[in-house]
């Protein structure tokens, strides 16, 4: 079965950087493009970043434009998110989705699009 395991978040000043990490598994990684998306408290779920199935294309909500650099290793499964310049509105519980609605390699920004999310990973930006 699809398992997405979010890793990497925690606390971080302003100004400080978190790199996340996603592990797939349950189906063939190589055919998917994959997203970040975050939920601030009392908010509803935001798409933050997607990658292409290959990695050549990558996207990024304008909040986190220049900021964030999501990344992938198709080799070991995995998806990452390097977070720079980490601001408070940055805090939420982030989550890795896998696309699986539309054309499957490339990346979107719809939601609906994802038919698999991991469980989270906490995101703290604090002094």
Known sequence: QVQLVESGGGLAQPGGSLRLSCAASGFTFTNF?????RQAPGKGLEWVSGISSDGSDTY????VKGRFTISRDNAKNTVSLQM???KPEDTALYYCGKKGRGSTEVAGTSLVDYDYWGQGTQVTVSS
């Open 60 to 63: 990024y909500a304008d909040s």
């Open 33 to 37: 493009a994959m997203s970040w998306a």
């Open 84 to 86: 720079n310049s980490l």
